[in-house]
């Protein structure tokens, strides 16, 4: 069997699925991995899939790829972009699409499988393949580990896996130390008292009370986190009310935060709930409510093994970088499979963005952004050989 990995990879971009509801997308997973002889485990944590491929004495190495997608909708005009709609965890119904390369990531790992069948002669050890659900909300490796990832298959020695970035095909970057930050959601609700708009002395207004947080919590980062350091906070959604006549009686905003280490990253927690219980007490409000998500941990790639995997790819990819120290502040779970497993981990970046675009100055889409549009046809193969021959490092 010779997998069409292109026509595969459009297939998947077209159509997306949201957080634990992968089910198309894991069917097609096993459906292939089951085809290129592995042995397969569906339904771990609600929607993973996992194939092990033993050849042999050896090292285990876990190569992960995320499966979900965005509620995003596409504008990328490509004659395979989604017009898939899921139902998000409120119950509303949603566009969505593959705004941050999950579909490559899935596609690059069939394709890596693919060729160590093919090659068994020329490697032993054990290769564990993860797909994994849910990275787009920081919950499917977690809920992986919980039902049994770590003890139902071999421990690894090393866990491998690449994220598409908005760099040029043929870039290939790993870094070694912090690579990725941090991340926590929190959701506030300001418990005020609601009343008629026209008397608002009869009210505890929490609307007022949230919009000061809001604007107050835009000093964590510039006064409380030192400028040689790094943290974000994002108020990305604030609801309250029904009608311009009516105060409410709660207001709710959601809080993302990303740091650098943990330090900050306490600190920064520290912060906004400090902020929040004082801008309720000067609003003459109850105590607000904070409830926070199951977050991820800084991403720390293992030194040694970062440079074992940098050197095992700069042969096949001319571009493979040292990333140095460019942490990106974006998140990740697949640390936590490390964690968990008790082994290093070595993550990298993979360019798949049309390298003419660079030399004409034009906008580069980014990640999670409605015209994230990988080149496939290019960056397929370029990911395939980067992750073939990190695996080669451990297993040739």
Known sequence: MTLDLLALYQDLHAHPELGFQEHRTAGIVATELEGLGLDVTTGIGGTGVVGVLTNGAGPV?????????????????????????????????????????????????????????????????????????????????RAMIDDGLVDRFPKPDVVLGQHSAPAPVGMVAVGSGPVMASSDRLTVTFNGRGAHGSAPQASLDPVVTAASAVVRLQTVVAREVAPSDA?????????????????????????????????????IIASIERIVHAESAAGGLDAPTIERAPGADVLVNDSANAAKVLDAVRPVVAKAVDLESGLAMASEDVGQLATAAGAPIVYWFTGITDPELFRTGADIPSNHSPFYAPQAETAIPVGVEALVAAVGAYLR
């Open 231 to 267: 943290g974000v906070v994002t108020v990305g959604s604030f609801h309250a009310g029904t009608r311009a006549n009516i105060i409410p009686d709660k207001a709710v905003i959601e809080i993302s935060t990303r740091a650098r280490n943990e330090d900050t990253r306490a600190r």
């Open 61 to 141: 190495v876990w190569l992960r790829a995320d499966m979900d997608g965005l509620p995003v909708e596409e504008q990328t005009g490509l004659s395979y972009a989604s017009t898939h709609h899921g139902t998000d965890e409120t119950g509303h119904e949603v566009p969505t699409m593959h705004a941050c390369g999950h579909d490559i990531h899935v596609t690059w790992l069939l394709g890596t499988l693919e060729r160590l069948v093919a090659t068994q002669s020329e490697w032993h050890g054990t290769v564990v393949a993860v797909f994994q659900p849910a990275e787009e909300v920081i919950s499917g490796a």
